[in-house]
């Protein structure tokens, strides 16, 4: 058996490196996978959305939320795993509503939330806190983002997002 200390590490790895597997169904013959084919045996989805001013300051629970995950189809529930927002200040904060949330209901019955996110006054990366007073999943149902209670002021704000979900489907 090789010792993994002895590889030497250069840079980080990408869904297109090997890794060594053992077959259990062939005496524990060793094979090369892709980082990605087993990415894919985890079975869980990722996207990244991005969204600007524009978008954040017209983008509520009652108006216009984003989807970041679209309705999986019948008999299929979308069960989201981590979501993390990378938000980029610019030149002012927004005021009013600034709480941004993730609900799959189309109400304001949220998922998870981040308090206060589009008041802050540098940039930041946050994990989304799940809201676990709230986990009830909708079947067939798209997953969003939207500001909580009606849509921010941006003033003279440039801030922008990118929402990075990271989900399974499961077939019903």
């Not at 084919?37 to 509520?60: E, V, Y």
């Amino acid at each position: 058996m090789p010792k993994i200390s002895a590889y030497p590490t250069k840079g980080t790895p990408t869904t297109s490196d090997f890794a060594i597997i053992a077959d259990v169904a062939d005496s524990d013959a060793t094979k090369k996978a892709t980082l990605g084919t087993i990415a894919d045996l985890a079975d869980f989805n990722f996207t990244k959305t991005s969204i600007t001013t524009a978008q954040l300051s017209t983008m509520n629970t009652a108006g216009t939320p984003i989807t970041l995950v679209a309705a999986p189809g019948a008999g299929k529930l979308v069960i989201p795993i981590k979501i993390i927002v990378n938000l980029t200040y610019g030149t002012a904060q927004m005021t009013g509503n600034t709480n941004l949330v993730i609900y799959q209901d189309q109400t304001a019955t949220h998922l998870y939330e981040w308090d206060g996110a589009l008041g802050v006054t540098s940039s930041q990366t946050q994990e989304m806190v799940i809201n676990a007073s709230n986990m009830k999943r909708y079947a067939n149902t798209s997953t969003v983002i939207a500001v909580e209670s009606g849509a921010p002021t941006p003033g003279t704000s440039t801030t922008s997002i990118d929402v990075y979900t990271y989900y399974k489907t499961l077939t019903l």
